[in-house]
């Protein structure tokens, strides 16, 4: 990445860091409550590093998924894309996480109201499904998060937590967008409560021609959350959501392929029951999350290659149950205990497009976990907390781990805090790897991973400016790789990396009506991975006049191995700004333009990304 051309590109922004009151809200992040722990804990108290990113910080993006908004937000994580819009599942696709240079496959764990999401067979979140019609919020905690989570939560854990109606006064939101490549994008949600009964739902539709030939994308989606208060201290709890696309690989630009289509629908439901006393809180959860994936690999004409007649279908699942409740047994005290229960797997096999008449079994698979765990935090002092866990969780396959984890959080003064946290984060092998394709191996065994980490966060200018700084190095062995053993491939436990960094971030109310916003990353990687950026920094602006906003931001990247670049570095400066007008309180209209500066650059080798674009659109709320 030229280093000039991000210092011009600074000079470009001309109004402007981020959104405003959200803002505001980041600056008082001691006071935020979170739950992606699966019981309610004060950040302040609370030794790992979690990163909130919430309403108005996601709406002011006005981006139809959470995870392009995350990578310019959150220190540390980055999303590759391919695209304007929508990420795909085949070969070469976007949606990819890494959190400090780990993740990208199953060992990164999605979350939707800390029910896990992902594929059964192959492990990995399925990027598509994450809209930003259905959330309310995003917690990310930045590191590893076995000890409440398990498996796949080895390199953090992104959780989208649902808007529910119980906190909003009746509330319906329509929102209308088009722009470059044909993209359009429309969606609806209403909230409402009435005595002891409340309900959210929302639909969105989108789609885009994409920048090339053969890359368009087209999705449905939808949500719904039902909930019921049998008295003062219990809730029982309905939801679900639906999310069907279609998206298009159209290859390497100097190799392209022709019919590569996904047609992927995935669906998840969950029931269960909350309760809240003063000293006792929990909930008991069922959930099943279900998915039907059917692709076509496509073909290469310019290589005299014809139409397959076969497709590849699986249909996945991944059922559990989760117990949790904490207590408070004496002043200062939290204990929590908890239980889980997943099984997951599904059928894979190949058919006839012609008839749908299946030709080849791949695989026909369950696997299981069980899993215990306990927390224990104790605030010792006015200035001092202290939290030790523990967990054990057996596999069906690999047998059992034990997951432990222990931190201190500081506060020395009403306005700093500083946090120490140790911890253990594991990912067990998934079915695609012990059995699937040339190079499974049934003798694999869990990843492993240890995490060490040393944080600082103040506010000064009476709470007008909060600054934070972080510091961790991480240790990760027996990852699985794909090696040749006898001339054939083969997957093994013979991989590991040692990774340090430094993660700085800083919100800022610099007078009436101007915001800022920032965030550094840096990474040392002693085995580069692609897609994890060494240098990530996202600098960002934003005016408000009575109804009037403007905003820009500035995201340069520098140092990152481009996905299937064969080694390559890559790096790219990128400008983006829009303005918003909110004409009364039913009508606001918005504008963006993403590259301003129209550079040229690449994330996976062969996909370039769009130049200029351009959105525009309008929110009626009512």
């Known amino acids: ?5 991000c210092l011009l590109s600074l000079l470009c922004m001309s109004a402007g860091v981020l959104h405003a009151q959200d803002t505001l809200r980041s600056v008082v992040l001691d006071e935020v409550v979170t739950s992606v722990t ?20 996601l709406g002011l993006h006005h981006a139809n998924s959470v995870l392009g908004t995350l990578s310019e937000e959150v220190p540390g994580l980055y999303v590759t894309q391919r695209g304007m819009m929508g990420y795909g599942v085949q070969s070469n696709p976007g949606g990819t996480i890494k959190i400090r240079g780990v993740g990208g496959m199953a060992n990164l764990l999605v979350l939707i109201d800390g029910q896990p999401q992902y594929a059964g067979l192959y492990g990995h979140p399925i990027a598509d499904n994450y809209q930003t019609t259905m959330t309310e919020r995003v917690e990310v905690i930045r590191g590893p998060a076995s000890l409440y989570y398990g498996s ?6 992104v959780n989208i937590v649902t808007g529910r109606a119980a906190q909003y006064p009746p509330l319906t939101t329509v929102s209308l967008a088009g722009g470059s490549y044909g993209t359009f994008d429309v969606g609806a949600q209403s909230r409402m409560k009435r005595d002891r009964f409340s309900v959210a739902v929302g639909l969105q539709y989108n789609r885009t021609d994409g920048q090339r030939s053969n890359m368009d994308f087209e999705q449905y989606a939808g949500y719904l959350s039902l909930g019921y208060d049998l008295g003062s201290h219990w809730q029982t709890l309905l939801n679900g959501n639906l999310n069907y696309f279609n998206s298009s690989n159209p290859g390497k630009q100097d190799n392209p392929i022709t019919d590569n ?5 995935r669906y998840t439901v969950a029931a269960g029951v909350q309760n809240s006393y003063e000293h006792t809180s929990g909930s008991l959860r069922m959930y099943y999350n279900g998915g039907h994936h059917r692709i076509d690999n496509g073909y290469r004409p310019q290589d005299g290659e014809m ?4 497709e590849y279908v699986h249909n996945d699942l991944m059922a559990g149950v989760s117990a949790v409740q904490t207590f408070r047994f004496f002043p200062g005290n939290q204990t929590t205990f908890g239980a889980d229960w997943q099984i997951f797997g599904g059928h894979a096999w190949n058919q006839r497009k012609a008839d749908k008449v299946q030709t080849a079994d791949l695989i026909r698979k369950t696997q299981h976990e069980l899993a215990a765990y306990v927390d224990f935090r104790q605030q010792l002092a006015s200035w001092l907390s202290a939290d030790v866990g523990f967990r054990y969780d057996h596999h069906s396959q690999t047998g059992g781990v034990c997951i432990p984890q222990g931190g201190l959080a500081f506060v020395p003064a009403a306005d700093a805090q500083v946090k120490a946290v140790v911890g253990r984060g594991f990912r067990n092998p998934t079915i695609r790897e012990l059995y699937m394709y040339a190079p499974a191996n049934d003798d694999l065994k869990p990843e492993n991973m240890m995490n060490y980490e040393l944080s600082y966060q103040h506010h000064l200018l009476g709470r007008r400016l909060m600054f934070g700084a972080n510091l961790f190095y991480l240790h990760a062995d027996n990852l699985i790789e794909t090696r040749v053993s006898g001339g054939q491939p083969l997957n093994v436990n013979m991989g590991r990396i040692d990774n340090a960094g430094l993660e700085l971030e800083a919100h800022c109310s610099v007078w009436k ?4 916003s920032a965030n550094y990353s840096y990474l040392y990687m002693d085995r580069p991975v692609e897609a994890a950026p060494e240098h990530k920094l996202y600098v960002a602006a934003r005016y408000e ?6 905003h820009t931001a500035l995201t340069c990247i520098g140092g990152m191995l481009k996905v299937d670049g064969n080694g390559a570095k890559t790096g790219y400066a990128m400008w983006n700004a829009g303005a918003d007008w909110h004409l009364n309180k039913y009508l606001s209209l918005y504008v963006t333009a993403d590259n301003l500066l129209a550079v040229k650059y690449e994330i996976i080798d062969g996909f370039p990304m769009p130049r200029t674009t351009f959105m525009g659109g309008m929110t009626v709320t009512f």
């Open 1 to 5: 990445m030229s280093i000039k051309r």
């Open 38 to 57: 699966k019981s309610p804990a004060d950040v302040r108290r609370l030794p790992l590093t979690v990163s909130i990113v919430g309403p108005e910080r």
């Open 152 to 157: 796949n939560a080895m390199g953090g854990v």
């Open 261 to 265: 289509d996904m047609h992927v629908m």
């Open 307 to 310: 139409p397959s007649p076969v």
């Open 513 to 516: 009506g101007w915001y800022l």
């Open 545 to 550: 006049h009575r109804h009037f906003g403007v």
